[in-house]
């Protein structure tokens, strides 16, 4: 059986690029990784079983999720992954996986947590990645979705001063450079209560992300003022990223830990026949490589 390729929306490609060197290190952002290890730590149960960090990158924050007994490093970039397991190392407690937030390879049920940060601001159909991740979870599950906010401050005092031209206050998700979105607070609520969340907590952040702040002010000072501010998100989220904790909806308890771990992303079967180099889905026939222990759910195998 041949496997037709699904059409999803087009994908911001990471793929060979600079991200660790050119944006994080010696670029001056030690305040927004500071904040957001704080928000996180704030919002994440610190243990568990299985955590899906999706869109992870080259694994910046993983060690935040040191307390969980398998972590799957997910992103759509093969070479970050790269940079994630040189960091991180190959061993069983974490799994590396090539995918698409559009058609996740993760059986349903089988995470008891998520994060997606500094990722969604690449996604033009919010809500179909956030029901792909949902199927992922058990009930209960608690999902840490970080997005940028266009309702902040500076965007604000933009529009007021007709710097900007879009309304900072209008619902609809901004696409201010091809495949970059900021979002409205309530367009975001929307779209987690619409597909199986109950968001719990809010936090503000990185509201001093201002180059003259950051080069006048001390960090530690920034960062403390920082982590007294987040929790006014609840009521007033006018900071550049929000940071939400949300409840994955659902009666039944038990997570489905033991078994398949993957589904076909092309049919959604979990009959995977496992061989050394690839998974042969055994419903659609679908061959999916294994390079260097990433797993590859990108493109099937010709
Ligand atoms: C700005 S980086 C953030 C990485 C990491 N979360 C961090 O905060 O350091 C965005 C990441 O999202 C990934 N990404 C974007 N669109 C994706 C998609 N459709 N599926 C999977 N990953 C995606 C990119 O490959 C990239 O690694």
């Known amino acids: 059986m041949s496997v037709s390729p699904v059409k999803t929306p087009e994908v911001m490609s990471y793929e060979g690029s600079g991200y660790k ?4 290190e010696g670029k001056g952002r030690d305040y927004e990784d500071r ?21 992870a990158g080259f694994g910046r924050l993983t060690d935040l999720y040191e307390g969980y007994e398998q ?17 991180l190392g190959k061993n069983d407690r974490y799994v590396y996986v090539a995918a698409n937030l559009y058609q996740l390879p993760i059986a349903d049920g089988v995470c008891d947590a998520a994060t997606l940060i500094r990722v969604i601001h690449h996604i033009s159909d919010v809500p179909s990645v956030l029901k792909q991740i949902r199927s992922a979870l058990t009930p209960n599950a608690v999902f840490v979705l970080e997005y940028a906010n266009k309702r902040n401050f500076k965007a604000i005092l933009r529009y007021l001063l007709r710097r900007q031209r879009w309304n900072p206050f209008n619902r609809e998700p901004v696409e201010f450079v091809k495949l970059n979105f900021d979002f409205h607070p309530a367009f975001m609520a929307e779209a987690l ?18 180059g003259v ?10 960062v403390t003022l920082d982590k007294w501010l987040q929790p006014t998100g609840g009521m007033a989220a006018y900071a550049p990223s929000i940071f939400t904790k949300n409840l994955a909806e659902g009666s039944s308890p038990a997570g489905n830990f033991d078994g398949p771990l993957f589904k076909c992303p092309a049919c959604g079967a979990t009959d995977l026949a496992h061989q050394e180099d690839r998974l042969t889905c055994e419903v659609c026939e679908a061959q999916w490589a294994i390079c260097d222990g990433i797993y590859d759910f990108r493109e099937p195998l010709k």
């Open 35 to 55: 904040v957001e290890r704080i928000a996180i730590r704030r919002l994440i149960p610190p243990t568990g079983k299985r955590l899906l960090e999706l869109g």
């Open 21 to 24: 060197k050119d944006f994080w």
């Open 193 to 210: 209560n619409g597909t199986g969340f109950t968001t719990q907590r809010r936090l503000a952040v990185s509201y001093f992300r201002l």
């Open 71 to 87: 972590v799957i490093v997910l992103d759509y970039s093969h070479s970050l992954l790269q940079d994630a397991q040189a960091r």
């Open 213 to 222: 702040l950051k080069r006048l002010i001390p960090t530690s000072v920034l």
